[in-house]
């Protein structure tokens, strides 16, 4: 497998789920990137990660908890949320460096509805 | 801090006419500046950048889009839309903090192609 994976593609749940989103990467990259699609509205940069350690965190609510065990794997841990948050969720990984040399590879995303 | 402005949420060419998709951008110094292309239920991919090399740049499936550094613009074009051009295309501008991963981008334009 190649590139950027993103499982599940769909996912539906309540408010008071538990669920996670799970990325994994086979591009060689060492940064990882958690963004949000909601219609009408820019993508959002919720999360990164560089070389496993959080590097950016664009004020995202707890109910939104990131993972990122190694440099090819992101999950994005869900919990209590809300309707407001049914978005496309997007994982995204790149090289380091400046942005001269780095481009960001998107996954194919994760639907989620929250009923 | 960056922004971005895509003009026209939903631009509407025929096949084989020029497609034009406008962008600018403000930012506190020379930026890094890109296009996405977001095929439905898919995840985005990268068109072109302007890294300063060059201020035309030339990207995959024809696009090309040229740097104007007095009007702040970063407009993409096509000479000839196919109808695989439909899709959601997205300006980005890069942060000019030193080490950021963040990246901003625009509400994008739907392009339609009219057979």
């Known amino acids: 497998e190649t590139g950027v994976t993103q499982t599940p593609r769909h996912l539906v749940m309540g408010m008071t789920n538990k669920k996670s989103l799970k990325c994994e990467q086979h591009?060689?990259?060492?940064?990882m990137y958690w963004y949000k699609q909601s219609a009408k509205k820019p993508l959002e940069l919720m999360f990164v990660?560089?070389?496993?350690?959080?590097?950016e965190n664009n004020s995202v609510p707890s109910r939104f908890s990131p993972e990122c065990p190694n440099s090819s794997h992101l999950f994005l841990h869900l919990h209590t949320l809300q309707p407001e948050d049914s978005a496309l969720y997007l994982c995204a990984s790149s090289l380091r460096g400046d942005w001269g040399e780095r481009t960001l590879h998107f996954g194919n995303g994760t639907r989620l509805t929250v009923t | 801090a960056q922004s971005v402005t895509q003009l026209g949420s939903h631009v509407s060419v025929s096949e084989g006419a020029l497609v034009l998709l406008r962008c600018n951008y403000s930012s506190s110094v020379p930026p890094y500046l890109f296009w996405y292309v977001q095929y439905p239920n898919q995840g985005l991919q990268l068109l072109l950048k302007?890294?300063?090399?060059?201020?035309l740049v030339k990207g995959i499936n024809g696009f090309e889009a040229e740097f104007k550094k007095s009007e702040t613009s970063f407009h993409l074009t096509k000479p000839s839309a196919h109808m695989s051009d439909a899709a959601e295309y997205f300006c980005?501008?890069?942060?000019?903090?030193?080490?950021?991963?963040?990246?901003?981008f625009g509400k994008g334009t739907k392009l339609s192609v009219i057979p």
């Open positions: 302007y890294t300063s090399a060059a201020t």
């Open positions: 591009l060689g990259h060492n940064a």
């Open positions: 980005a501008v890069s942060d000019s903090r030193a080490g950021s991963y963040q990246l901003t």
């Open positions: 990660y560089n070389f496993k350690e959080q590097t």
